[in-house]
């Protein structure tokens, strides 16, 4: 059975770092595109970031260029999610995801929700004011 399970969420002020975390039963990373996205209270899931099974396309999205750091642990099995100079709306639940490396053309194709098969549970991510 594969699972893929978060942590590494919390409560920051703003300006904090969070790194979340991803492990994976089941499956292994280094055989998937992942992806890191979020979602907010009201508001539809966002890409964050996610990263293609070999590392040739890197995506961010514009909130996030400049802040977060995606990464892979092919040793550990781990992904990460390096957040550094947290905003308020960086407030959501973020939730990892693998999906099967289908052919990409451009790295904005990972943050489409429907490119990924399996999905954590989600981490919260709080950042006060």
């Known amino acids: 059975q594969i699972q893929l399970a978060e942590s590494g969420g919390g409560s920051v002020q703003a300006g904090g770092s969070l790194r979340l975390s991803c492990a994976a039963s089941g499956l292994t990373f280094a055989d998937y595109h992942v992806a890191w996205f979020r979602q907010a209270p009201g508001k539809e899931r966002e890409g964050v970031s996610g990263?293609?099974?070999?590392?040739?396309?890197?995506y961010y999205a514009d909130s996030a260029k400049g802040r977060f750091t995606i990464s892979r642990d092919t040793a550990k099995n781990m992904v990460y999610l390096q957040m550094n100079r947290l905003k308020p709306e960086d407030t959501a639940m973020y939730y990892c995801a693998a999906g099967t490396p289908r052919p990409l053309t451009a790295a904005h194709h990972l943050a489409v929700p429907a490119r990924y098969d399996y999905w954590g549970q989600g981490t919260q991510v709080t950042v006060s004011s």
């Open positions: 990263i293609s099974r070999k590392g040739v396309f890197t």
